[in-house]
């Protein structure tokens, strides 16, 4: 399990992206890259860092499902998701 302050963190910036984001898409348009600079760097959505909804882990994420493989092999196993099954050939 992640650090509490690691996804607090992630949280925090995805927070501070939806703040600045039409803001961001207007300086964009503009092409005023000196306004853009003097914007917070967590208002760039490429700070935002996608990480499993139960666990907090950030390596091996599935976006399909929004957690970590580990997990989703957990749930997938244990017949948590629907639709999901394990190969057999």
């Not at 690691?6 to 503009?30: G, H, M, P, S």
């Not at 600079?37 to 882990?57: E, H, I, Q, Y």
Request: charged content about 30%; some cysteine; glycine content about 8%.
């Amino acid at each position: 399990m992640a650090k509490k302050s690691w996804i607090e963190r992630n949280q925090r910036k995805a927070r501070t992206v939806k703040k600045y984001a039409a803001l961001r898409a207007e300086l964009k348009a503009k092409g005023d890259y000196v306004g853009l600079t003097k914007l917070p760097r967590d208002a760039s959505p490429v700070r935002v860092v996608n990480r499993c909804s139960l666990t907090g882990r950030r390596h091996g994420y599935l976006r399909k499902f929004g957690c970590s493989r580990l997990t989703f092999r957990e749930m997938a196993l244990s017949g948590r998701i629907p639709g999901v099954t394990k190969a057999s050939w």
